[in-house]
């Protein structure tokens, strides 16, 4: 089966993950998501934290499988495909994780760590030539050679986490998933370490998904993005066009409480009440409509909002544009 076009990288259509839980229920954390993300896109996916977008992540590396749906990858349909045969997939589409101090091996020397993918990959063939790799890779993500036969323990987080970036890109993958790559570290780090990641994007062709809770990430690192709320995608397009325009009130409420790029430009608080509901009985309706300030009645309570194209690639789930 093919996707549509030829320069996407990742087509989802209708992706569920829903995870069983006691007495026959589930948690429904990806609940019927459809994106597109295209070759070289820095792609975000935001939201609170219980919103599914890491979920959705690891469904689209094929970390787990998803419920239902179909993922499709450079226009071929991966989503039965076994991953631990298709090593050149695995390569493909690499991960770099939120916590550098937990996904580095504490007792493995640095150009271990670097270099294992290409050990399980079977792509050097001596010590030599693992030495070698890691060094040209450490080199690439700003760290000099001193730091091959380190620790984990013996690096700041921010050369941690450059670490795992060069692990992740030894493989030369084509697309990365970015799960809160910078969350754990000082601002001042942070901004390295993403200006970091955008050369490598434009060095290597690569592609990024950069999950983050944190819209003001999400605003100067990302050109397209995805809102998700309760495992639904809420709104979806260039980012620009959404910090610009947010249609969806929970686009509405999340952007009025992150710090504005011009200071001048006053937007009122929407402060949101209410916990976010379970996904294992979410709301019915609109998954929203617990807190949503601009909701209509009973259509939202009762029907579930299609995603509608208001504007050129701008998609907005909401009654108020039905
Ligand atoms: Fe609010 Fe209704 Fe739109 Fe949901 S569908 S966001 S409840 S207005």
């Known amino acids: 089966m093919k996707g549509k076009k030829v320069d996407e990288i990742i087509r989802l259509q209708d992706i569920t993950k829903h995870f069983p839980w006691k007495k026959r229920k589930y948690v429904k954390a990806v609940d019927g998501v459809s994106l597109s993300i295209n070759k070289r896109d820095i792609f975000g996916l935001a939201g609170e934290s219980g919103s599914g977008k890491t979920t959705l992540g690891r469904v689209i590396l094929r970390l787990i499988d998803p419920t239902s749906g179909i993922i499709f990858y450079e226009g071929a349909d991966i989503t039965n495909i076994k991953m631990e045969k298709e090593m050149d997939l695995r390569r493909k589409m690499q991960i770099v994780f939120q916590d550098p101090y937990s996904s580095l091996h504490p007792r493995k020397k640095i150009k271990d760590i670097i270099g294992r993918g290409l050990k399980t990959h079977h792509l050097i063939e001596n010590e030599r030539e693992l030495v070698e790799k890691a060094e040209e890779f450490l080199n690439l993500v700003g760290m000099g050679v001193e730091h091959l036969y380190r620790y984990p323990h013996e690096l700041s987080g921010g050369q941690r986490q450059r670490v795992a970036i060069a692990r992740a890109l030894i493989l030369n993958p084509g697309f990365v998933v970015l799960d809160e790559p910078t969350s754990s570290l000082d601002v001042s780090v942070q901004a390295e370490v993403l200006n970091l990641l955008k050369n490598l994007r434009e060095n290597l062709d690569l592609t990024y998904?950069?999950?983050?809770?944190?819209?003001?990430?999400?605003?100067?690192?990302?050109?397209?993005?995805?809102?998700?709320y309760l495992g639904k995608m809420t709104e979806y397009g260039d980012t620009e066009d959404i910090f610009k325009n947010p249609m969806h009130p929970y686009t509405k409420a999340l952007l009025s409480v992150t710090p504005?790029?011009?200071?001048?430009?006053?937007?009122?608080?929407?402060?949101?009440?209410?916990?976010?509901?379970?996904?294992?009985?979410?709301?019915?309706?609109?998954?929203?409509?617990?807190?949503?300030?601009?909701?209509?009645?009973?259509?939202?309570?009762?029907?579930?909002?299609?995603?509608?194209?208001?504007e050129k690639g701008h998609f907005v789930a909401c009654h108020l544009y039905s």
């Open 209 to 228: 998904l950069f999950i983050t809770h944190d819209l003001s990430l999400a605003r100067v690192f990302t050109e397209k993005m995805a809102v998700m």
């Open 260 to 310: 504005q790029l011009d200071p001048k430009r006053k937007t009122k608080k929407i402060i949101l009440k209410g916990e976010i509901p379970s996904p294992i009985d979410p709301p019915v309706g609109c998954g929203f409509h617990t807190r949503c300030i601009e909701k209509i009645g009973r259509i939202c309570e009762e029907g579930f909002p299609q995603s509608k194209e208001m």
